[in-house]
């Protein structure tokens, strides 16, 4: 059964530094692992998607990074703002998933508390 | 905004009770999701509906029933309320491996 775990569970930042989440997950046989935020009382917006065959992902000041062979992916908020401030979880999708879905297993996150 | 909606956003429930949350996609994506999002527990898949007319069961089943209405609208139905059901109620659906997840239901059941 894949597990997907996330240290640390929470993290504070002073603003403008830059910082790395980590996921790690238990069956390297992913075909791609995804980033989300999720800001408090909200829903889950996709940040980044990377495939099993890339090394790394970039949008703005994000950079998402994967290690299939060691089962740890990156996630590295360059210049973080208080903006950022969010829970962020990385999610995996399910083995043996049924026809046609695609069901994801997701981390417990890691808070992140960027302060001004 | 083209995305997922969610009705109610809050509701509070008495043991026994039962209700219907709903889900709308204006997205023309094929597969819906139900998750709950417990504090310790993550996100863990309740059903889901990998097409219209279709529905299987996740993770954590017990407890609740789903209706796929069409493509656009998938219901999860909660027969009996129970204070375990406690949580926050997301609904997603997903295009080419691209998840869009609804802004939640939070749910009490006293």
């Known amino acids: 059964k894949q597990e997907v775990t996330q240290i640390p569970a929470a993290l504070s930042v002073p603003e403008g530094e830059n910082l790395v989440l980590n996921c790690s997950f238990t069956?390297?046989?992913?075909?791609?692992l995804q980033w989300f935020r999720q800001d408090p009382g909200k829903g889950l917006t996709s940040l980044l998607l990377?495939?099993?065959?890339?090394r790394e992902q970039t949008s703005g000041r994000l950079n998402a990074s994967l290690d299939k062979s060691s089962g740890r992916s990156t996630l590295y908020i360059a210049a973080s703002q208080p903006g950022d401030s969010a829970t962020y979880l990385c999610?995996?999708?399910?083995?043996?998933?049924?026809?046609?879905?695609?069901?994801?297993?997701f981390g417990k996150g890691t808070k992140l508390s960027v302060i001004p | 905004n083209a995305g997922v909606t969610q009705t109610p956003k809050f509701q509070v429930l008495k043991t026994g009770q039962s209700m219907t949350l709903q889900c709308a996609q204006d997205?023309?994506?094929?597969?819906m999701y139900w998750y709950r999002q417990d504090p310790g527990m993550g996100l863990r898949l309740i059903y889901y509906?990998?097409?219209?007319?279709?529905?299987d069961k996740g993770e954590v089943p017990n407890g609740y029933n789903v209706s796929r209405l069409n493509k656009r609208e998938f219901s999860l139905r909660l027969e009996s309320a129970a204070p375990s059901q406690t949580s926050v109620y997301f609904c997603?659906?997903?295009?080419?491996?691209?998840?869009?997840f609804g802004s939640g239901t939070r749910l009490t059941v006293v």
């Open positions: 999610a995996v999708p399910r083995r043996n998933s049924g026809a046609g879905s695609y069901q994801l297993t």
């Open positions: 069956d390297s046989a992913i075909y791609n």
């Open positions: 990377i495939q099993s065959s890339q």
């Open positions: 997205m023309n994506h094929n597969s």
């Open positions: 509906s990998a097409s219209e007319g279709t529905t």
């Open positions: 997603a659906s997903i295009r080419q491996r691209g998840y869009t």
